[in-house]
């Protein structure tokens, strides 16, 4: 099988003329069939080159019932010739009956679109508002998103980050547990409703990020071994063996990935992936898997004429990421740094534990508004090493900032998100802290009308052992912290409802005052000459240390912003700050916005 | 800890006034002393920042015997306060009673250098010898190859590489069982002898590379993990634990290995170090440990004024290795292509088994005189991938080539070298194939005059289990192609001794018409302004696939030379191949090479 960007290959795809055209992955099999469930049809495929199968067939309607069925005479799961093994299909695009059901003959071209006017967005333009298709509504599914598109622009962000919707267990998960990374999540509503939303989202102006994991997969559904070599034991993850992206027949699992990008570019239109937690992607080959996607990405791109973005989330302080293709790097477009998230948030007095121990608050907030790396080759007490390269060259639209995602709420033991945590003051200071820095803000929902519920872990396994792992792993987790009765249970359904936003509370007076707020520190953001552009050369940090406050400066050809920011509980002043002909654009604690300080405001007294 | 490249930090070292200085890595220990075992003397040790213990004394004299006391709390080994681990120094220069001995205080500045005159060797100049000191000589040791020096000179190579010298258990073995990376060999003679030796070479003009084994550790007498975490589980390796170069922690053990590095230039005056299988270093660092060794090497050239070269040798066709530091590369001189080897080798009718099933034979020999890489981007059925990635910018000098080498000779279950595996006349072409080759040649010790005894693969541990381990490995990897009682005892003593060089052979009539070729062929190399530059762009080479011929062309503004090469058995000609204007200069089948082509020489007939 060779990648044509122009269109899927990998599993069952349908050619204009209706024919289905099957390609599988097995290298050990030494029979392989498709098994058309409510026909009963059995069609042989046929073997290829370096472990392919391939069939076309005018015998498979669209949106029938198939799987495989594999002999295999070497693989780790054996067969006899009376029993083959049942498997539905690694690059299905549909399991309308969960991860253990059958795979649907769905076809993706099927779609009529109609966002050709769509021109995309740049990343000096993105404002992510990261969702959960789950929790986000009330019904939880991509029809009722649709419903919210009017909100959202209202807000002003430009794009929505969707968290991953490749089909996992049950009903309720954040999503990092898919098994099939083709196949949209049945319960979300299926390829059919997402490729709506994004048509109608495109159509209204607003870009569609979707969140993929190409690090691990979950623990229950996930046949992929029964089809080849898809993991290596010469890495260990937390996962256990590491995707094999590196070893003996590594090619074909290259590809299913590279595969999985181009679709949802292609037929999905989605317009920037977010790739989970790349640092978990083990290779050493000659070319990083990334930079391989990048290069078809690349072709896709000059193919259709529309940009697509990679961003990805990266715990590594390593440019050589985000650094074009020319350069040796791997052509990523922007990074995670949840080191300003950190730095950011022990500013505001979280307890130094886990991964906040390496952040002393206002002066590593600081050196992340003007550097993006904190650590950028000092020893590092949490990793116990030295860490990070300075990234001097790299643009402020390659870095994507927050004051909180789904993952630092979520992680903790009963998912407080910070809006019960900190007072209204210091909320109203986060987003600002993330919305005037010279980097791409993400922002997470319900963040901008302060929910109050929980974003906690929850997980709709059905395999007993697998449930009861996940629970006793959350307990461990926080076992240093709290009793372990206090951890919410992963499994059951109320702490998934517990997770949904309140949309009453924006009725309520300081979350419609928030909400007012967030729209307006987003249109500042969007307006302003100076706050619009990405460009780091005019990028000033001044840590005030025994303050607690910040002094952000931001200036080009089109003038100079500065941005004062005070962390600490009291009024202050910023003596000797006093900056001619500047008038004050934006005050956090003003009364409009809930605040006291309608003449003498806290922040920037001194300034005319 | 800070690493100066002045002077040797880790482990004991004598400072100028004859005091005795110790750093020590031992990040577990809750208490570490240092024994002087004759005096029965403690010193304790002070605990310095990250994970060191340090220690300044004048009660240590040289050569004093000595060893640390580990009291760990939390280590994998626990001890309890009467009862302190000893060990001896894991950066000890000297183990003159073997693996298991205490550590000697041996000062590396007493040695008195004579060589200051030396002004080292260029890639370009390199002709490498490789020996093994235990099996070169009949002694076995350094000062034995020390007579050996103006026979090398006469072969007329430039540089001998000497295999592995850390110190391993027992008194025989090929050195990559090395447990103390700093410790010369107490058999060979210990660190003096090979000072000595290195500066008698320098005297009389012959480089000295050593080689150094920087990916894992012997079996036995391997200590290292009562210090410190030097292993890490998130890689597999062939020989378990990958040494840990970038998990928590690493920053000491990246350090110890630098510190190795700077030793061997500073203290021992190598001219090169030859890494051993930097593919099996796993390093997913910002800064790879291979660039941040060649950064610290940089420094110290420019510091003492030398040249000195990190030669690699490399299962990967990934020029990242080779290029500069500047382009993001490595930074490493040169590396090893195993696939000139294989292509050649199979060439002159090797079976295609294991590593041999890639290469097709004179095409790909041909492939490897062009493009150094065989495999560039094309799928490997033995790796089962995709490999490699195009070298065009990468120099001749950056690529080192052989016929034989230690491993390819012992890898074999027999050890059979190549002169009893192939005719007299292809042990000639084959050494013009590597002579004539735009890339740096290596001939492994023996090879110049057909040696005939094997070079087998011999251990002498002192544990029984380590012992069966090897022996039943040995027997298994040969399993499919030999009964298991032919295998050779690597542990027998006998099989060491039928390993050494027999000299006498020199004398007898095949062997010294031999070594008169080699030495001409090296001289023809050395003086011939066309054979002697690496620039690559002036070389061609076309395969005859009918003949099992080839033509390699090399020119560049100083003349034009044609290589024929005859790998059949019959006698060709090169119809259509007369060139016009020149002369044969070198005839490997003339009567004079104990050849029968007098007139009509076999493998240039056409030539005038």
Not at 156 to 166: F, N, S, W
């Amino acid at each position: 099988m060779e990648i044509d960007i122009r269109k899927r290959k990998v599993g069952l795809n349908f050619l204009e003329d209706g024919t289905a055209e099957i390609w599988l992955w097995a290298p050990f099999a030494t029979n392989v069939s498709v098994l058309i469930t409510e026909s009963e049809l059995s069609l042989k495929m046929q073997k290829e080159s370096l472990g392919y199968w391939y069939l076309k067939s005018n015998e498979i309607a669209e949106n029938a019932e198939y799987c495989f069925a594999l002999e295999n005479k070497e693989a780790e799961q054996q067969t006899t010739d009376s029993q083959p093994l049942l498997r539905s299909d690694p690059a299905s695009v549909y399991q309308k009956n969960g991860v253990s059901g059958n795979s649907t003959a769905y076809n993706l071209k099927s779609f009529n679109w109609t966002d050709l006017g769509w021109q995309g967005v740049r990343t000096e333009d993105l404002i992510i508002y990261e969702l959960h298709t789950g929790t986000f509504t009330p019904t939880g599914d991509f029809n009722s998103i649709t419903e919210k598109i009017d909100y959202l622009l209202e807000l002003g962000i430009t794009a929505i980050e969707i968290m991953p919707v490749a089909q996992f267990p049950g009903n309720r998960n954040w999503g990092y547990d898919g098994v099939y990374p083709f196949a949209v999540q049945d319960s979300y509503g299926g390829p059919e409703a997402l490729q709506q939303l994004i048509n109608t989202c495109h159509e209204k102006g607003l870009a569609v990020i979707l969140d993929v994991v190409y690090n691990h997969f979950g623990p229950e559904g996930n046949y992929l071994k029964d089809f080849g070599p898809y993991f290596t034991a010469k890495y260990n993850t937390p996962w256990g063996d590491a995707i094999n992206f590196d070893d003996a027949n590594c090619d074909a699992v290259r590809e299913y990935f590279i595969e999985n990008c181009l679709m949802w570019f292609r037929d999905f239109h989605i317009d920037a992936l977010r790739l989970d937690a790349v640092h978990a992607i083990k290779d050493l080959s000659t070319t990083h898997i990334l930079a391989e996607i990048k290069q078809y990405v690349n072709q896709l791109s000059a193919h259709t004429k529309r940009e697509y973005l990679l961003l990805v989330e990266l715990d590594l302080n390593d440019n050589t990421y985000i650094n074009p293709l020319a350069d040796k790097g791997y052509g990523m477009d922007a990074q995670w740094i949840d080191e300003f998230h950190h730095a950011l948030r022990v500013t505001t007095g979280e307890a130094k534990n886990g991964y906040y121990a390496d952040f002393n608050g206002i002066e590593h907030l600081a050196k992340s508004y003007r550097d993006a790396y904190v650590y950028d080759g000092q020893y590092s007490p949490h990793r116990q090493k030295k860490f990070g390269i300075k990234a001097e060259r790299n643009q402020g639209n390659q870095f994507i900032v927050f004051s909180q995602n789904h993952d630092h709420v979520g992680n903790r033991m009963l998912g407080e998100r910070t809006s019960t945590l900190v007072s209204f003051e210091m909320l109203k200071l986060l987003a600002a802290a993330v919305l005037c820095s010279p980097y791409i803000p993400l922002i997470f929902m319900g963040e901008e009308y302060g929910e109050a519920n929980p974003f906690q872990f929850f997980i709709s396994h059905t395999d007993e052992d697998i449930i009861e792992s996940v629970r006793k792993g959350r307990r461990s987790e926080f076992a240093a912290f709290h009793h372990s009765d206090e951890t919410p249970d992963p499994q059951s359904e109320d702490t998934f409802n517990r997770s949904k936003l309140n949309w009453e509370a924006l009725n309520e007076n300081q979350h419609k005052t928030l909400f007012a707020y967030y729209k307006a520190l987003i249109a500042l953001r969007k307006s302003n000459p100076v706050l619009n552009k990405l460009d780091r050369t005019g990028v000033l940090a001044e840590a005030l240390k025994d303050q607690n406050c910040l002094i952000l400066t931001r200036s080009n050809q089109n003038g100079k912003v500065y941005c004062l920011m005070n962390f600490s509980k009291e009024t202050q002043g910023f003596p000797g700050r006093h900056v001619a002909n500047s008038k004050v654009i934006f005050n956090s604690a003003s009364v409009e916005w809930g605040g006291s300080d309608a003449e003498q405001p806290a922040i920037n007294d001194t300034i005319n």
